[in-house]
């Protein structure tokens, strides 16, 4: 498999996107938003005061000079931008509330891609990842038929001779654990937990195939079919054979042990005749302990690339950033939103 951004590059370059940035006066970003535009892969918005932006620009030596830059104290349409969202919050939200929130720039980035004026957004360079979640939820909300915000990380590797391996984890971020939804009045489970986890395992599939996988999907376990009891094997068992149902076109297997999905020879003993045990190359967790501690290994100590969070189940790409990343990894992974649009 060959560099997954140099096919992204020529692609948003023949059909350029725009971007918004919540951050615009933190220099990794403008240090990426200037790789952008001096290689004319995306057009830029960046969100914030504007004699700010340019002074830190001036002083960090990036030019920015053809980004757009919205500072939301003086944004002509910002009253209609209030009364879309009073709306939108249908009944939640004062027009007072909602235009304290778009005074920040999670919430007014994110209005943005809303009403069309940009593709995408990439924020949580100083933002959390709830602040950068909320907004999205709130405003964009989730496609149809989705019912949660979920996220996965690709991660690359090159391994010499043998070429480069690209894998999947989902969800490593977002989701803590999975619980039924239960009506509050009459006590009817709505959505139950295994049918949550499918949701992640079909829209993880889907994300990696973006990213030219070809998903043979393992849900993982400390239990390979039947093998242990407890915790949550039931919840990945569950939760294999609703994705399964839900999308028969996918290779989907579970519950595995990861040593099963990714071994041809325990496959070969654990769980003869799987049609993803053994060549796992997208793996789903069932719970966000396991997810964020399996790709941090497979990063830190597994020499992997890792790209992400990419969240899922959005109606417009928003991506969230680690407070930690440097301005390569904002390049990239502006690169990863605005394909996703």
């Known amino acids: 498999m060959a560099d997954m951004f140099a096919p992204m590059i020529q692609k948003l370059k023949a059909n350029p996107k725009t971007i918004v940035f919540t951050e615009g006066a933190d220099p990794r970003i403008q240090e990426a ?23 830190a620009s001036a002083a960090s030596g990036f030019d920015i000079s053809g980004a757009e830059i919205v500072d939301p104290e003086t944004y002509e349409g910002f009253d209609d931008m209030v009364a879309k969202m009073v709306e939108l919050r249908k009944g939640k939200m004062s027009a007072e509330d909602c235009a304290a929130a778009l005074k920040k720039s999670n919430y007014f980035g994110t209005m943005l891609v809303k009403i069309g004026k940009a593709d995408c957004l990439l924020g949580g360079a100083t933002y959390s990842t709830a602040d950068t979640v909320r907004p999205a939820l709130q405003l964009i909300k ?10 996965c990380f690709i991660l690359d590797r090159d391994f010499g001779d043998e070429g480069l391996r690209r894998i999947a984890m989902g969800d490593c971020a977002i989701n803590i654990d999975y ?37 043979k999907v393992a849900v993982l376990s ?49 769980c003869k005749g799987s049609k993803v ?15 964020n501690i399996g790709y941090k290994i497979a990063q830190r100590l597994g020499g992997y690339a ?4 990419i969240l899922q189940g959005l109606n417009a790409p928003i991506n969230d950033l680690s407070r930690g990343c440097n301005a390569d990894e904002v390049y990239k992974m502006s690169l990863i939103t605005a394909c996703q649009s």
């Open 222 to 270: 400390f239990s390979t079919k039947g093998s242990g009891k407890g915790g949550t094997v039931q919840l990945s068992h569950d939760a294999t054979a609703i994705a399964q149902e839900k999308a028969p076109e996918l290779a989907i297997d579970g519950e595995l042990q990861f040593d099963a999905a990714v071994s041809m020879e325990v496959a070969a003993t654990k």
């Open 33 to 55: 938003a200037a790789r952008l535009l001096a290689e004319k892969v995306l057009n830029v918005v960046m969100v914030g005061n504007k004699t700010e932006i340019e002074a």
């Open 142 to 151: 989730t496609k149809k038929g989705a019912s949660l915000v979920s996220s």
């Open 306 to 309: 890792a790209y992400g969070p």
């Open 277 to 291: 045990a053994g060549q796992a190359n997208t793996f789903i967790f069932p719970c966000i302990e396991a997810g």
């Open 179 to 215: 619980q039924d939804s239960v009506d509050k009045a009459t006590g009817e489970v709505k959505q139950t937990a295994a049918a949550k986890l499918a949701e992640v395992v079909v829209s993880t599939a889907e994300t990696a195939k973006i990213f030219g996988i070809d998903p």
